[in-house]
């Protein structure tokens, strides 16, 4: 973005401001900057997004919020690298800007920096990347430029500027909002909307702000944290910095102020007329009757809004507080506020957000009372086997039995009998396996892969794959006490059994059109961690060190740190698209698998390589959403952005198991996380027991039959949290 060394841009996002206008959806807890007011992402992630590009050659993107939101900033900033300066209490936008100003001359003594409010709609980015370029070229010269707007109406909402002279020029004056006769007055006489956005270098701004507010400089100056990366504190002393924003503090007083007229739309959204202006801001379910005109209506999930005959309103639907008014007294809503403030200012914040214990309670009921007896019974046929599918209204559907959804059905029903469920389990377990046994078996001791309902052979090849859910299906039932000696037996057998496809490079064969992949060995490795628990320091433990090892070898990208899917046989990534496929589920995956291999060897390696395989799943994380899409590519690019269902189980998984290794400031990271990934599979699921499996890009789901291959990746995410819900403090939260 520029041209040469002495041009470094640093992008600074201010997350001040509470908008009390934007009450009840903007509370102090959470105000309107990291709400999704204008599309799916937040005002802050469209920012962030905004400005990002201009940091790419040799800047940095740096960003000053309250503590108190610190949580909302690194969730929401995803994987884009910033500074953060977190200000112990707000002092308003002289320190803030001042702080910010300190840091990138620390970094860069001829930085310009670019501050940009969190909570301002700009709808096209190019234009606005395109006018600070315009600006830095000024910035340069030693001049502050503010960005002006060429007003779409004489509004009372806004502060103006007195420019000198058309196009870039220096200030004459800046007024305070104006009643809108006098709003009038100004635009005839060419006056620009203050948009609050300003180009400056930071050391032309330090300068200005020790001859001006000498105070909020000695304070700034003395709270800097030294940290350059990161999240950092600034330190007590910034307390003692004046209350003063910087245009009363600076930018009225000095004389290097210029304005540059931007043509871009701009809006800082302050009111809700202002957000009914984007048409892009309603929310939720509205039922609109004959007769209805414009409205702008938001209703919090789970809650419908219905209107007949009504026009120009604004109606904001929260859990705990309703607003209704016309768009035209939008400002009135701050004076309400005022109001509320004295008569009930419980309804000032939020209504208490769920817990994470709370989702938790009601997906264990949801598994409970809802899927396990479902399934236990409609997904069921008469010999004891299990069905491939159940449609809408709970009927079977299709007309084979794969081997891989026997093995995990049965060992959904063991887990279940394990955490104590009260259904026939151990029935449908033995059931299960014995109907599975007789139809599966081939004669050199391994499965075959597919069988009619009625048990005739539909294709005997014996899929890797699908040997691993035998082996963790034993297991199981194995754990769960149903015939643990026989069990063990048979696993043996079968471990045996799997000679023929050993490959001399290490691994085993897959069947098919990809012989050599990582996904069959995870399966397996998980199936020899589960009976290397029921017999410790044996042969189980030897198969997976051996497993981990071609990880560490050959599965994990040396350089990039995340996991591939397909290879040669020679384990070096395979040619084409096929060995560029990065999935973000099965990078969750093996960082659950590797985080529990690595906890019982005590192997420094394998909890690193789990926590960089996480890091890449979650590049797959749609910001929008918190929805875990289902492919990129080796370049860490989106190649599908369909969302299946069980990446949000893995997610949820290796979250949790991570962080209860973690340090406090990581664990309460990754239990974020994980409450995010439990609420993004939630959406999957249907009160009936039933499930969606694909989630579209647009954001609808694929209409088809709910899959039982599913439960088994719904069910290890339910013992993950069973295993840790009492040992995180976070847990309540």
Not at 115 to 140: K, N, Q, T, W, Y
Not at 216 to 235: F, I, Q, T
Not at 348 to 373: K, Y
Request: glycine letters at 10%; proline letters at 5%; a negative charge.
């Amino acid at each position: 973005m520029r041209g040469n060394r002495d041009m470094a841009i640093f992008p600074v996002i201010l997350c001040g401001g509470a908008g009390t206008r934007l009450w009840p959806a903007s509370r102090p807890e959470k105000p309107k900057q990291f709400l999704d007011l204008t599309s799916p992402l937040s005002l802050f992630q469209e920012t962030v997004r905004r400005v990002e590009p201009l940091a790419r050659d040799g800047g940095r993107v740096v960003v000053v919020a309250g503590k108190e939101h610190r949580g909302f900033v690194e969730e929401q900033l995803g994987e884009v690298e910033a500074a953060v300066l977190l200000e112990p209490t707000g002092r308003d936008s002289a320190a803030a800007m001042t702080a910010a100003a300190e840091w990138i001359a620390a970094q860069d003594p001829e930085g310009v920096a670019v501050f940009v409010a969190s909570d301002h709609h700009i709808p096209d980015d190019a234009a606005f990347r395109a006018s600070v370029l315009e600006g830095v070229e000024s910035a340069h010269k030693g001049r502050i430029v503010v960005f002006g707007v060429h007003p779409t109406e004489p509004s009372s909402a806004y502060g103006y500027i007195h420019p000198e002279q058309p196009g870039l020029s220096p200030v004459r004056s800046f007024v305070e909002k104006p009643d809108r006769e006098t709003a009038t007055g100004y635009v005839a006489q060419g006056y620009l909307w203050n948009s609050g956005n300003l180009v400056v270098a930071a050391r032309t701004l330090l300068d200005e702000v020790r001859s001006f507010a000498p105070d909020v400089g000695a304070a700034v100056a003395s709270a800097m944290p030294g940290g350059a990366s990161g999240v950092m504190e600034l330190k007590a002393e910034f307390e003692a910095a004046p209350r003063i924003s910087m245009d009363y503090a600076v930018l009225e007083r000095s004389r290097k102020v210029w304005v540059l007229p931007v043509g871009f739309g701009w809006s800082d959204l302050g009111a809700w007329d202002a957000v009914a202006a984007t048409d892009t801001g309603g929310r939720g379910l509205w039922i609109g009757g004959n007769g209805d005109g414009a409205n702008l209506v938001r209703a919090a999930e789970g809650m419908v809004v219905a209107t007949a005959g009504v026009s120009d309103l604004a109606i904001i639907a929260e859990p705990d507080a309703v607003l209704v008014c016309h768009l035209s007294r939008s400002q009135e809503v701050k004076s309400l506020v005022e109001r509320l403030r004295e008569m009930s200012p419980g309804h000032l914040t939020p209504g208490a957000q769920e817990s994470f214990a709370a989702t938790a309670s009601r997906f264990f009921d949801w598994m409970d009372l809802a899927a396990l007896p479902l399934w236990g019974t409609l997904g069921v046929e008469d010999d004891g086997a299990f069905a491939e599918a159940l449609d809408a209204r709970g009927k079977a559907v299709g007309d084979f039995r794969r081997a891989r959804v026997q093995g995990r059905q049965a060992y959904v029903y063991a887990a279940a009998g394990k955490a104590g469920w009260s259904g026939p389990w151990k029935r449908l377990v033995a059931e299960g396996l014995a109907a599975f046994e007789t139809s599966n078996l081939r004669s050199d001791g391994l499965y075959r892969t597919r069988v009619g309902r009625d048990g005739a052979v539909l294709d005997d090849t014996p899929w890797l794959y699908d040997q691993a859910f035998v082996l963790f299906a034993l297991a199981a039932a194995a754990s769960a006490g149903i015939e643990p000696a026989a069990n063990a037996a048979r696993a043996h057998r079968l471990f045996e059994a799997l000679g023929p496809l050993r490959h001399s490079a290490g691994g085993w064969r897959e069947a098919g059109d990809h012989p050599f992949q990582a996904n069959a060995h995870m399966h397996l490795l998980e199936a020899c961690l589960a009976w290397e628990e029921l017999e410790p320091g044996g042969d189980w433990t030897r198969h997976a060190d051996a497993i981990v090892g071609m990880a560490r070898a050959h599965f994990i990208d040396a350089e990039g740190g995340f996991l591939r899917e397909f290879f040669d046989a020679d384990w070096k990534p395979a040619s084409g698209e096929d060995g560029r496929l990065v999935e973000p589920g099965h990078q969750f995956e093996w960082a659950w698998l590797l985080a529990r291999w690595g906890h019982l060897r005590g192997d420094a390696w394998a909890l690193s390589a789990a926590e960089a395989l996480y890091r890449i799943g979650a590049r797959g994380v749609d910001v929008r959403t918190g929805i875990a899409m289902d492919a990129l590519n080796d370049d860490l690019t989106v190649r599908s952005a369909q969302a299946r269902l069980w990446p949000q189980t893995e997610r949820l998984k290796a979250a949790l198991i991570l962080a209860e290794g973690a340090g406090e400031g990581d664990r309460a990271r990754y239990v974020r996380d994980a409450h995010s990934a439990l609420k993004g599979l939630m959406r999957y699921l249907e009160p009936s027991g039933l499930w969606r499996d694909k989630l579209k890009p647009d954001g609808e789901f694929v209409q088809e039959p709910a899959p039982a291959s599913s439960l088994y990746h719904i069910m290890v995410a339910s013992e993950q949290l069973r295993a840790v819900e009492q040992r995180l403090p976070e847990w309540g939260a």
